[in-house]
Nanobody, 118 residues
Framework: QVQLVESGGGLVQPGGSLKLSCAASGFSFSRFSMTWVRQAPGKGLEWVSD????????YYIDSVKGRFITSRDNAKNTLFLQMNNLQPEDTAVYYC???????????WGQGTQVTVSS
């Protein structure tokens, strides 16, 4: 069955960095675009980034452009989100999701908490 397991979250000071990982299993990883979505406390889900199956094409929400980098290692079935210059407004639970073309995210991980605070 499809499984997505995020890791790498934690507490970091403003201006710091974290790298999230998402280990995928149960499907042909390289055939699917992948998505990062976050949910801040008391707010709805917010799309953060997409990456194509081959890793060539990436998209970002404006608020993270130039700070976050999405990448993937298809040989290891792993998705990454490198987050730099983190700000308090980046505090959220971060989820990775498999993206079904024409439909949107169809499988989600359990999420990993990122807290940016001094």
């Amino acid at each position: 069955q499809v499984q997505l397991v995020e890791s790498g979250g934690g507490l970091v000071q403003p201006g710091g960095s974290l790298k999230l990982s998402c280990a995928a299993s149960g499907f042909s990883f390289s055939r699917f675009s992948m998505t990062w979505v976050r949910q801040a406390p008391g707010k709805g889900l917010e799309w953060v980034s997409d990456i194509s199956g081959d890793g060539v094409t990436t998209y970002y929400i404006d608020s993270v452009k130039g700070r976050f980098i999405t990448s993937r290692d298809n040989a290891k079935n792993t998705l990454f989100l490198q987050m730099n210059n983190l700000q308090p407004e980046d505090t959220a639970v971060y989820y990775c999701a498999r993206d079904l073309e024409g439909v949107g995210p169809d499988y989600w991980g359990q999420g990993t908490q990122v807290t940016v605070s001094s």
